[in-house]
């Protein structure tokens, strides 16, 4: 009798350290499960204001101080949004308002001036959610084309508008127009003289100035742009600029071309574009990152080399992409000497880059 009770006792407490043992199992896999599968574990931002032949040694310390303060300040307003649980389109468009405000990228209040001396600007939107986009070319008097950009994706049934018919769409939308002046910066306009006078020492047969690759290559660089991924999962792409110096004839480049300059897919990714916006719009570069990430299998950066290191370069063209992907995976690819580029995780860890070997 005395070997029985004392047998029932440690069945007893055998059954009761295992159950007890299963919970804190069930408790422990819960935990893991929650922070495995909960998105707003989760969240990034990548912005770029443009890539070119960036150099060090032609880069003072304070303008290179200025650049990296400005990129800084830009991903951590829009790195703040995505903290509180703001939107990945929040965060992507007013990034942008910062550079687009700041007189040191072509975009905004900084923006390149066209052969006739006027600034054109250009700016696209796409939500990866629901594959809206929205863009807007060629306007003069819109101080953040994101904005407007914006207010076409979700206020019109349209996805791109132009030149005086995006203002009129801007002034019915009570947006303020600023006067053109607004845009005037004295080295953006010295810019614009020195291309022009390299253009009246060479002539082509016909006596006609002849568009040489050296032209182009010294004056289409500056694009401003940002993706994000937020809380909720979704992907937000943004891009804006002021074109290329001495464009004419109301030239539109890559930046407000969904699929070139722009494109967001929850699928895939979000992809923002730099660069020589013809060769980008030739081989489509966003949405290429996307199609070969969705059809072939490969990984973002896969992807993005594979678009910016060969395709790009073997049409003739150079430029950058930043991008994220739907689990958070950054690229940040270029093919030139340098770009202006930065990114923040959910950590709040902070890399900011300009030069090819950052």
């Known amino acids: 009798m005395k070997n029985f009770k004392t047998l029932t006792l440690l069945i007893g407490f055998l059954l009761l350290f295992s159950c007890k043992n299963q919970s804190n199992s069930s408790e422990i896999s819960d935990n893991l499960t929650d922070k495995s599968e909960n998105p707003s574990q989760n969240f ?16 003072s ?36 308002n910062i550079m687009e405000d700041s007189p040191l990228f072509n975009a905004g209040k900084g923006a390149v001036f066209t052969h006739e001396g006027i600034n054109e600007l250009d700016a696209s939107v796409m939500d990866g959610a629901t594959l809206n986009a929205g863009a807007v070319a060629g306007v003069t008097r819109v101080k953040n084309p ?28 009570g947006f303020e127009l600023v006067d053109p002046t607004y845009f005037y910066t004295e080295n953006r306009f010295q810019s614009l003289q020195r291309i022009k006078d390299k253009e009246k020492t060479e002539l082509d047969h016909d006596g006609k100035t002849a568009f040489t690759d050296p032209f182009i290559k010294d004056s289409k ?18 891009t804006s600029t002021g074109g290329m110096t001495n464009k004419r004839w109301n030239r539109i480049g890559d930046a407000p071309i969904i699929g070139a300059g722009t494109y967001a897919n929850n699928a895939t990714c979000a992809v923002s574009s730099t660069g020589w916006g013809e060769f980008f719009i030739r081989a489509m570069v966003a949405h290429d990152i996307s199609a070969l990430m969705e059809y072939k299998g490969l990984s973002l950066q896969e992807a993005a080399a594979e678009v910016i290191q060969k395709k790009v370069p073997a049409l003739g063209g150079d430029g950058g992409i930043v991008s994220i992907d739907k689990h958070g995976n950054v690229a940040m690819e270029f093919n030139t000497a340098g770009m202006y580029r930065a990114h923040m995780n959910a950590a709040g860890e902070l890399i900011i880059g300009i030069y090819k070997d950052e």
């Open 61 to 96: 310390d304070s303008l290179e101080m200025a650049y990296k303060m400005k990129l800084e300040e830009a991903i951590r307003v829009g790195h703040e949004i995505l903290r509180q649980g703001g939107t990945a389109m929040e965060a992507v468009t007013k990034t942008i």
């Open 146 to 173: 994101i904005d407007l950009a914006l207010a076409v994706m979700n206020d019109s049934p349209h996805v791109m508008l132009s030149g005086k018919g995006a203002e009129t769409f801007a002034q019915e939308r």
């Open 221 to 238: 660089f500056g694009t401003v742009g940002c993706v994000a991924l937020d809380k909720n999962g979704n992907l937000a792409a943004g």
């Open 44 to 59: 990034g931002i990548v912005i770029h204001g443009g890539a070119g032949t960036i150099l060090k040694e032609n880069m």
